[in-house]
Every structure is written in C-alpha cells, then in structure tokens.
C-alpha cells in the first residue's frame, strides 16, 4: 500500500477526447481500477500548437490529476508524448505512461514492406518519430502522413460525415497508391474513425492501434508497484474537460457510451 491507496484512480489525459478510445481499453483490461479523466478539448487541436504551449498545458493537467489523488498518469496524447514527455516524468511522483505511434509492430508484421502513419504534424516531425523510423525501418518503407483536421471532426463527434471522409480519403489514398498494406494510428482521436478508415481501406489492411497494448503497460506498472486495488467492485469513472461543459458531456457520453457528468477546468 503506498500513500495514495491502492483504491486511488488513474488519471488519464489528452488535448480532448481522443484518449477516451485509451481510457476504453484501460477500463476493459482494469475494470476495477477507478479512472479520472480530462479532456483538453478547450485548447485542442494540440498537434499545431508549439511544444512550449503543449508542455504547459500537460504539465497543468498532470498537477490537476494528481491533487485529484491519481496513483498513475497516462498520457492518452501521441503528440504530449512525443513533446513532454520527459519534462513530466522529470518531476511526477507517481508512474508515468505514455503513448507512442505502433511503428516496431507495424514494420514487423507487413508483407509488403510499406506501411502509413497516420499522426499530427508535431507528432509526425518529432524526433521520437525519426527514432522510431531509424529503429525499425531498415528493410521497409516509412510513410509518414500528418493529418490536420481529423481531431476536429471527431471533437465534433463528427465519426462517420461525409467531411471526414473526405480528409481521409485524402491522406489514406496515396499510401494505399504506394503499397502500404498497414496503417498505424498515430494520434489516439483516429481509432473513432475506424470504421470509416476501413471503408476506405477494404478489409486486407491491418488497421494498428496501440491503445491495447497501452493498457497492459498500465496493467504491468500498477502491479510493479503494487498499487493494484485489491477490491473487485465496478469502478467509478470520473470525467473533466475544459470545453463548454454542455458541449463536453455530450461528445463525451456519446464516446464513452454512457450519460456522465463533466466538471470543468480551466
Ligand atoms: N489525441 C492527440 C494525439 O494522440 C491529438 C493531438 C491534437 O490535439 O492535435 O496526438
């Protein structure tokens, strides 16, 4: 037992509501841990937006969570990750996930040698991303496809319009047009436009999201710090977001599939 209690939340974060497809795997891997939530939705999309601006922000929202009493944080955000990432673990007391694009898989399991990434501009130019592409892509093709507008449709809920679509067809065509038989979702808002994705794709393109893995990696952590709960009770999820809070508890409940009350922060 450490000092917050092993019944002490996760605290999950992300510039909106993308992470929400992350807090859905955690909550099905874990689904007697007790999870807090904040969606950055007022200051998002992050992934045009300077990495000193992004900083601070993860940085206000980690604080938040923490005196919320968070046992864990989870940056539910590729594009926090790949900006913030070691500012936070720097100072935060408690274990620290993050997320990065599922390149490694990727490149290890496409038969035709060329897979997308489809991801934020900051996330795409991020050294984390060139590391990623040096590691594992000395016998493939890397296409690196920013992707800007597609957080806004889905902070609009918009998950199957005829505008998403279209950005999608724009960016997914020409790596279908080079071979890619492997799409990793680089940016944890995409997995809610899956099935548009794979409309788009047909069903021979593995379609990569990494928030499963995610969610065993806080699964292993907890249990390396012995800071699982040890109560097997349904768990509470609890729900912020800076947005308009009317705005946030609809997109929000119709993300996470239920009615919730949203609090704000600013
Ligand atoms: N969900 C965030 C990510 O994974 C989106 C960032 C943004 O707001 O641009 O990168």
Redesign the pocket.
Known sequence: MTALGNDAPIGVF??????L?VLHAIHAKLPEENLIYVA?SG???????DAGFIAARATKITEILLTRGAKAIVV???????VAIERIRSWCPVPVVA?EPAIKPAAQNTRTGVIGVL?????IASPSVARLCQSHGQNIEILLQPCPGL?EQ??KAELLSDASRALLVEYISPLLAAGADTLVL?????PFLAQLIRDIVGPDVAIVDPAVAVARQVARRLGDQCVSTPHPRPAEARFFSSADPDDARTIISVLWGQNVTVQGIE
């Open positions: 992300d510039s909106g509501v993308g992470g497809s950055d200051n998002a999309p992050y992934g045009d937006r539910a955000c590729n594009t926090v990750s790949v997320m991801a934020t501009r900051q996330t957080v889905v902070e680089g940016c944890t808002h995409y």
